[in-house]
């Protein structure tokens, strides 16, 4: 796959997306499975095969006479670079074409430097990476970055903590140096596509809410992100929260949810109360450590949150909210404020299933959800079909 890969037979890759699920299947069985004419369907897994998309995957039980061969989606035809760039750090990682993690790693990095610094620095890590992994096909390259984002051009729109990066050409940027596609989003978004890929895949309905230094929300409806008419749906952090209308957000106006209930605001108040709560982790570090008054205002703020998505699930409805962000580590304080308003606010109805939990892909949602959309993009029926060498 990749460069090599030109115009080819169609259909094949909606054959392809029958076998995504790592299950070995027979021609007869793909034949039965699809109702196509059993050469049909044997030269579009030749085809797949050629291109090693698939694998031979041993023999099926006889029922009678030599065993069938079965064949299987091979998650080893490429590789995938993610990158999740918060506003302090940088993930970075190299996957297989099923999303699974090869090699990682994280490292401080302020956005503030600039797209061309971090960019460079990015592109330098996913080398070493790749050199680390052994491999050389990269199918694409995806990216967070913590802002709007035009999905459409890849170009971050007004981001309020990213000097120098509004407008800026990030996928013509990478792909000067890698081939394949590259493709970006808001980090938000991307949390969402990898916890609802990895955890949730049968959820159509789902809410990622990443609370850190600033507080965003990524929504799956109907099993797809949905990004609003300029990309910025889920701008949760904000909405205006009740009765803070003297407090200045960073991002010009009053009152904003962030500006009471993210990470630093938080601190700021077990400082004022006499606690070393120097920066975020410092915070959790209290919460972990059974500190009172960290506890409490972790569950305030998750009671402020809360105000705010019990609107949100009256709005869409999800049957799974999900916590996650650097806050989730102080899970059960965050998680207990959250709960206690959204369900005594919301309709029963809306609530009677929801379940209200914690990431359980952690520090890996965001480059989890950048492979994802790569893969969403290379590995869709068009694409593999115009790609497929003969």
């Given at each position: ?16 997306q ?13 034949t039965q499975?699809t109702?196509?004419?059993r ?5 579009r ?8 998309l698939?694998a031979p995957?041993?023999?099926?039980v006889?029922?009678?006479?030599r065993?069938p ?21 940088a993930?970075?990682a ?6 699974t ?10 956005i503030?430097?600039?797209?061309r610094?971090?960019l ?11 050199a680390?992994?052994?491999r050389?096909?990269?199918v694409g ?6 802002g ?9 729109n007004?981001p ?5 990066w509004?407008g800026y050409?990030v ?11 590259v ?5 938000v ?12 895949p049968?959820v159509d309905h789902?809410?990622?809410?990443k ?5 965003g ?9 949905h990004?609003g ?10 909405v205006?929260?009740m ?23 938080i601190?700021?108040?077990v ?8 920066d975020?982790g410092?915070?959790i570090?209290?919460?972990r450590?059974?500190d009172?008054?960290?506890?409490n205002?972790?569950?305030?703020a ?7 998505l ?7 409805n ?8 650097q ?6 304080s ?7 308003v ?12 929801l ?6 892909t ?6 989890l959800?950048?492979a994802?959309?790569v893969?969403?993009h290379?590995?869709s029926?068009?694409e593999v079909d115009?790609r497929?060498?003969g």
């Amino acid at each position: 796959m990749g460069e090599s890969m030109i115009t080819g037979g169609a259909g094949a890759g909606v054959l392809l997306q029958l076998m995504r699920d790592g299950r070995p299947r027979t021609r007869a069985e793909l034949t039965q499975l699809t109702g196509l004419a059993r050469s049909t369907v044997g030269a579009r897994v030749d085809l797949l095969l050629h291109n090693g998309l698939l694998a031979p995957a041993g023999e099926a039980v006889s029922t009678g006479g030599r065993p069938p061969a079965t064949f299987a989606f091979n998650p080893s035809a490429g590789v995938v670079l993610a990158a999740d760039l918060g506003a302090t750090h940088a993930t970075v990682a190299v996957t297989d074409l099923a999303a699974t993690v090869l090699a990682e790693r994280v490292e401080s990095m302020e956005i503030t430097l600039g797209p061309r610094a971090v960019l460079d620095r990015m592109l330098q890590i996913g080398a070493e990476l790749l050199a680390e992994t052994g491999r050389t096909t990269v199918v694409g390259t995806g990216i967070g970055l913590p802002g709007p984002v035009e999905h459409s051009t890849g170009r971050p729109n007004n981001p309020p903590i990213m000097p120098g990066w509004d407008g800026y050409d990030v996928p013509g940027h990478v792909a000067a140096v890698m081939g394949g596609p590259v493709l970006v989003d808001n980090d938000v978004n991307l949390m969402a596509l990898g916890e609802h890929a990895v955890v949730y895949p049968d959820v159509d309905h789902l809410l990622f809410v990443k609370i850190a230094t600033g507080i965003g929300a990524g929504i799956i409806n109907g099993g797809v992100l949905h990004r609003g008419a300029q990309g910025v749906a889920g701008d949760l952090g904000h909405v205006q929260a009740m009765g803070s209308h003297e407090v200045a957000c960073r991002c010009g106006n009053l009152g904003c949810l962030e500006a009471v209930a993210a990470g630093p605001a938080i601190a700021a108040r077990v400082r004022d109360a006499g606690g070393d709560a120097a920066d975020v982790g410092a915070l959790i570090d209290l919460v972990r450590a059974g500190d009172v008054v960290a506890a409490n205002e972790v569950r305030a703020a998750g009671r402020r949150i809360g105000e705010v998505l019990a609107s949100c699930v009256s709005l869409l409805n999800p049957s799974v909210v999900v916590i996650g962000g650097q806050l989730a580590n102080a899970a059960e304080s965050l998680l207990a404020g959250v709960r206690e308003v959204v369900y005594a606010r919301s309709l029963p109805l809306a609530t009677g299933s929801l379940q209200i939990v914690s990431a359980r892909t952690g520090g890996q949602a965001g480059v989890l959800g950048a492979a994802t959309m790569v893969l969403q993009h290379v590995l869709s029926p068009s694409e593999v079909d115009a790609r497929l060498v003969g």
